[in-house]
Nanobody, 124 residues
Framework: QVQLVESGGGSVQSGGSLRLSCVGSGYTYSGYSMAWFRQAPGKEREGVAIINSVLTTKYGDSVKGRFTISRANAKNTLYLQMNSLKPEDTARYYC??????????????????WGQGTQVNVSS
């Protein structure tokens, strides 16, 4: 059974940084594509960043140049380094996984497994 557990969320002022982590279990981690999504109240879930099993990455336009996704397969862990945070980055951030090794789709409906999320609040 695939399980994803996020951590690292919190409150930060505009311009600050946070690093999110997501630990996966119950599957062959290295073979899966992994991603971060976010959802603010009243808005649709938005693709933030993807890293597939061959380490190809893709970012949403709103975070390019500020966020960096990475993965440590030996630790079954996905990371999202978030710099230069803005109030509009405030959302609940979700980790996602999918067994398709080369997935790069930013639509949340493409992804099969989800964590419970971690809240990020950025104040101005």
């Amino acid at each position: 059974q695939v399980q994803l557990v996020e951590s690292g969320g919190g409150s930060v002022q505009s311009g600050g940084s946070l690093r999110l982590s997501c630990v996966g279990s119950g599957y062959t981690y290295s073979g899966y594509s992994m991603a971060w999504f976010r959802q603010a109240p009243g808005k649709e879930r938005e693709g933030v960043a993807i890293i597939n099993s061959v380490l190809t990455t893709k970012y949403g336009d709103s975070v390019k140049g500020r966020f960096t996704i990475s993965r440590a397969n030996a630790k079954n862990t996905l990371y999202l380094q978030m710099n230069s945070l803005k109030p509009e980055d405030t959302a609940r951030y979700y980790c996602a996984a999918d067994s398709r090794w080369s997935l790069l789709g930013l639509l949340w409906t493409d992804w099969g497994y989800w964590g419970q999320g971690t809240q990020v609040n950025v104040s101005s």
